[in-house]
């Protein structure tokens, strides 16, 4: 508000001031004249005016009087009086003149104060208009925001809208595109499927064409000849099965499935040309008997001996070229391998055999002895000498040491403390992690306290306590590959490095651990057992690894080969683990043994039977220590992984399943690594002083 305007309670006391003059000057007045009433008897006013000069004198006083609501004296003062004279004889008094100016200054006053009041007014109402105009404007300004946040709001919306759109266009895009990948594979499956029964009416044709040949050895012998082909063909076939059952078919099978078709077709063609020669040969031949039947009639017991005789060739001469083509086909696979070697067949039988009968022989081989024996000829094929012999020792070793324990694992009177040793071992074993190094460090001693007889159960009061614990302890870890190090692969380096504390102290404990890997996972050694004469289906898996159901079904393929990942990485984690802070000797089971793995399994000539397994163990052991190993040996590590990609990767493919998927990813990995010149640290690796 202005300086220059009052307030309303101001303006009314200033009112009330005035107000209380006027009356006092009332008062005064009034005074005045009845003072004076009695004595005016004349005319006072005017030129016929007469006064006396104790009137005048009187009235003087009272003209010089003043009012009580000018200034207050204490003593009234008497001024001598003035009048002024004119010409004409009119008298005025001075004081009378004052006090008329008096009167005209109190109404300017009072002009000038109404001036003010009507000037506050005005301001006031000036106010009011401005109080409104900035009313109008905030309004107006409410307005204009409200505006521009509802038109915001609408953009939002607008923009919602139009992303909702957007994200609708892309699922239906999506959805369309998944309906046409579909469609596309449902027609690729019903392509597939239609080869299929093409490739099922040649083979069916095949099958008629050997039932209705008139001579069966001739055939037999034909179809020896087929029968690599065949077998390939029929194993790429079920291959491609499991494919439509999961709805995993591409286009290259669709190729892979031409291919097929036409290879059966072309055998189909080949075998009927042939079965028609055969045909036409007998039909001759009997045309010749009917003609000369009378001169062979003479002696029918000498033509069925001869008719005998023939057959036993005919069968000696099949078992003949069967072997050669067996031999051929290996031969062709050894040559492409850049072997020198000699595939025998293996014969399956089905009497039953244990482990110690599969190991026995190879135990007791002379090492004098001719290579041409067909045992030790045909396990060397396929086995590694030295890794045999490495798995033959830890077997006897895990087989002496259980023995061992057996009267103490078997008595009621150490049933209560068994049953606590195994619990002391399970609950850090199950806690083992690498969150900290106090974590880590606080298991470690846990178990090398129990180990040693400084804990509770005292391991000490039972002669063979501690050979207990460590073999329960051995067979812990191991599982512990099986089951979490699969699912988790970090989790192989806080358990390697345990182990390798507790290897450092308890050599023993490190032999136990290992003889478990090579029973669980003979592949770790690495041995890729073939199978022998004599060993059934069932023997066979289990010497492999395989795990058996209680009704006898046999562990899936998959599931098997997750759990010698498992294994696999924790034994390669192991070979790269560094000793704990402030011990100087190496490590007990180092990097060395990493190099003579994969040296090793370079040696053994692949297997059809084993190749997805062995592609699986060799990327899993070159993702875990291939950092390690490509630091310590630069030069030669890089030599293997040439070799292994140029002349080894392509001997398994050219065995292998076509398309598996072990041998891609082992092809990208060795691919990616001999581009980039390294081979990445493994996820979850420890550093050098972790702990």
């Given at each position: 508000?202005?300086?220059?305007?009052?307030?309303?309670?101001?303006?009314?006391?200033?009112?009330?001031?005035?107000?209380?003059?006027?009356?006092?000057?009332?008062?005064?007045?009034?005074?005045?004249?009845?003072?004076?009433?009695?004595?005016?008897?004349?005319?006072?006013?005017?030129?016929?005016?007469?006064?006396?000069?104790?009137?005048?004198?009187?009235?003087?006083?009272?003209?010089?009087?003043?009012?009580?609501?000018?200034?207050?004296?204490?003593?009234?003062?008497?001024?001598?009086?003035?009048?002024?004279?004119?010409?004409?004889?009119?008298?005025?008094?001075?004081?009378?003149?004052?006090?008329?100016?008096?009167?005209?200054?109190?109404?300017?006053?009072?002009?000038?104060?109404?001036?003010?009041?009507?000037?506050?007014?005005?301001?006031?109402?000036?106010?009011?208009?401005?109080?409104?105009?900035?009313?109008?404007?905030?309004?107006?300004?409410?307005?204009?925001?409200?505006?521009?946040?509802?038109?915001?709001?609408?953009?939002?919306?607008?923009?919602?809208?139009?992303?909702?759109?957007?994200?609708?266009?892309?699922?239906?895009?999506?959805?369309?595109?998944?309906?046409?990948?579909?469609?596309?594979?449902?027609?690729?499956?019903?392509?597939?499927?239609?080869?299929?029964?093409?490739?099922?009416?040649?083979?069916?044709?095949?099958?008629?064409?050997?039932?209705?040949?008139?001579?069966?050895?001739?055939?037999?012998?034909?179809?020896?000849?087929?029968?690599?082909?065949?077998?390939?063909?029929?194993?790429?076939?079920?291959?491609?099965?499991?494919?439509?059952?999961?709805?995993?078919?591409?286009?290259?099978?669709?190729?892979?499935?031409?291919?097929?078709?036409?290879?059966?077709?072309?055998?189909?063609?080949?075998?009927?040309?042939?079965?028609?020669?055969?045909?036409?040969?007998?039909?001759?031949?009997?045309?010749?008997?009917?003609?000369?039947?009378?001169?062979?009639?003479?002696?029918?017991?000498?033509?069925?001996?001869?008719?005998?005789?023939?057959?036993?060739?005919?069968?000696?001469?099949?078992?003949?070229?069967?072997?050669?083509?067996?031999?051929?086909?290996?031969?062709?696979?050894a040559q492409k391998c850049g072997k020198m070697k000699k595939h025998k067949k293996v014969t399956e039988n089905t009497n039953s055999t244990n482990?110690?009968?599969?190991?026995?022989?190879?135990?007791?081989?002379?090492?004098?002895?001719?290579?041409?024996?067909?045992?030790?000829?045909?396990?060397?094929?396929?086995?590694?000498?030295?890794?045999?012999?490495?798995?033959?020792?830890?077997?006897?070793?895990?087989?002496?040491?259980?023995?061992?324990?057996?009267?103490?694992?078997?008595?009621?009177?150490?049933?209560?403390?068994?049953?606590?040793?195994?619990?002391?071992?399970?609950?850090?074993?199950?806690?083992?992690?690498?969150?900290?190094?106090?974590?880590?460090?606080?298991?470690?001693?846990?178990?090398?306290?129990?180990?040693?007889?400084?804990?509770?159960?005292?391991?000490?009061?039972?002669?063979?306590?501690?050979?207990?614990?460590?073999?329960?302890?051995?067979?812990?870890?191991?599982?512990?590959?099986?089951?979490?190090?699969?699912?988790?692969?970090?989790?192989?380096?806080?358990?390697?490095?345990?182990?390798?504390?507790?290897?450092?102290?308890?050599?023993?404990?490190?032999?136990?651990?290992?003889?478990?890997?090579?029973?669980?996972?003979?592949?770790?050694?690495?041995?890729?057992?073939?199978?022998?004469?004599?060993?059934?289906?069932?023997?066979?898996?289990?010497?492999?690894?395989?795990?058996?159901?209680?009704?006898?079904?046999?562990?899936?393929?998959?599931?098997?080969?997750?759990?010698?990942?498992?294994?696999?990485?924790?034994?390669?984690?192991?070979?790269?683990?560094?000793?704990?802070?402030?011990?100087?000797?190496?490590?007990?089971?180092?990097?060395?043994?990493?190099?003579?793995?994969?040296?090793?399994?370079?040696?053994?000539?692949?297997?059809?039977?084993?190749?997805?397994?062995?592609?699986?163990?060799?990327?899993?052991?070159?993702?875990?220590?291939?950092?390690?190993?490509?630091?310590?040996?630069?030069?030669?590590?890089?030599?293997?992984?040439?070799?292994?990609?140029?002349?080894?990767?392509?001997?398994?493919?050219?065995?292998?399943?076509?398309?598996?998927?072990?041998?891609?990813?082992?092809?990208?990995?060795?691919?990616?690594?001999?581009?980039?010149?390294?081979?990445?640290?493994?996820?979850?690796?420890?550093?050098?002083?972790?702990?």
């Open positions: 508000m202005p300086h220059f305007v009052s307030t309303k309670d101001e303006i009314v006391q200033n009112m009330n001031d005035i107000a209380s003059d006027f009356a006092c000057l009332k008062v005064s007045a009034l005074k005045k004249a009845s003072r004076i009433l009695g004595e005016v008897n004349r005319v006072t006013i005017g030129p016929d005016a007469t006064a006396s000069a104790n009137e005048s004198e009187k009235s003087d006083n009272i003209e010089n009087e003043q009012n009580s609501c000018n200034i207050t004296v204490s003593q009234k003062s008497v001024c001598p009086q003035i009048k002024i004279s004119m010409q004409s004889g009119i008298t005025f008094s001075v004081k009378k003149i004052m006090l008329e100016s008096e009167n005209q200054r109190k109404e300017e006053v009072q002009k000038e104060i109404d001036r003010h009041w009507q000037h506050m007014k005005e301001n006031g109402k000036a106010i009011q208009e401005h109080i409104a105009i900035s009313l109008s404007h905030m309004a107006k300004e409410r307005e204009r925001k409200s505006k521009e946040n509802y038109a915001y709001i609408l953009a939002e919306e607008r923009i919602a809208e139009q992303e909702e759109m957007r994200r609708r266009h892309e699922r239906q895009k999506e959805v369309e595109e998944y309906r046409k990948k579909m469609k596309e594979k449902e027609e690729l499956i019903k392509k597939i499927i239609k080869l299929k029964n093409v490739y099922s009416v040649k083979y069916h044709d095949i099958v008629i064409l050997s039932e209705s040949c008139k001579d069966q050895n001739s055939v037999a012998i034909i179809l020896s000849s087929y029968a690599a082909t065949l077998e390939e063909l029929h194993y790429q076939m079920k291959f491609i099965d499991e494919k439509i059952e999961t709805g995993e078919v591409t286009s290259s099978d669709l190729s892979n499935m031409e291919k097929m078709v036409h290879q059966i077709n072309e055998i189909q063609c080949m075998f009927k040309l042939e079965v028609d020669k055969i045909n036409d040969q007998e039909n001759v031949v009997t045309t010749e008997n009917v003609v000369h039947a009378h001169l062979q009639s003479k002696d029918l017991q000498n033509q069925e001996l001869k008719d005998t005789q023939i057959v036993s060739e005919s069968v000696a001469e099949t078992n003949i070229q069967e072997q050669t083509n067996t031999n051929d086909t290996q031969n062709n696979d482990i110690s009968q599969v190991i026995a022989p190879v135990a007791n081989i002379d090492e004098n002895k001719s290579s041409t024996e067909p045992d030790e000829g045909h396990l060397y094929e396929y086995v590694d000498k030295e890794s045999l012999q490495i798995y033959v020792n830890s077997q006897k070793f895990l087989e002496n040491y259980v023995k061992s324990l057996h009267e103490f694992s078997q008595s009621t009177a150490t049933k209560q403390f068994r049953f606590e040793c195994q619990k002391a071992i399970n609950i850090p074993v199950n806690a083992i992690s690498g969150i900290n190094e106090q974590h880590l460090r606080d298991k470690y001693e846990r178990l090398h306290n129990l180990l040693i007889g400084k804990s509770s159960p005292n391991v000490n009061q039972h002669p063979r306590g501690a050979d207990f614990c460590k073999n329960i302890l051995a067979k812990k870890i191991v599982s512990q590959g099986e089951t979490l190090v699969s699912s988790k692969p970090k989790m192989a380096f806080p358990i390697a490095a345990v182990v390798v504390a507790l290897w450092n102290d308890h050599p023993d404990f490190g032999d136990l651990l290992l003889s478990y890997f090579h029973k669980v996972c003979p592949f770790t050694v690495p041995v890729f057992m073939p199978k022998i004469v004599g060993q059934t289906n069932e023997d066979y898996y289990k010497l492999m690894g395989y795990k058996y159901a209680e009704d006898g079904t046999v562990e899936k393929h998959d599931k098997f080969l997750k759990r010698m990942s498992g294994l696999m990485r924790l034994y390669a984690s192991i070979t790269i683990t560094p000793q704990r802070k402030g011990i100087t000797k190496p490590n007990p089971h180092g990097l060395q043994n990493a190099w003579r793995w994969l040296a090793a399994v370079l040696n053994i000539e692949p297997r059809k039977i084993v190749t997805d397994l062995c592609a699986t163990l060799l990327l899993d052991m070159l993702e875990v220590a291939g950092n390690a190993l490509w630091n310590a040996y630069p030069k030669q590590f890089r030599k293997l992984l040439i070799l292994l990609s140029e002349e080894y990767y392509p001997c398994m493919q050219s065995v292998g399943c076509i398309g598996g998927g072990p041998l891609v990813r082992l092809e990208e990995f060795l691919r990616s690594s001999l581009t980039k010149g390294f081979i990445p640290p493994p996820d979850g690796q420890f550093s050098q002083n972790f702990w």
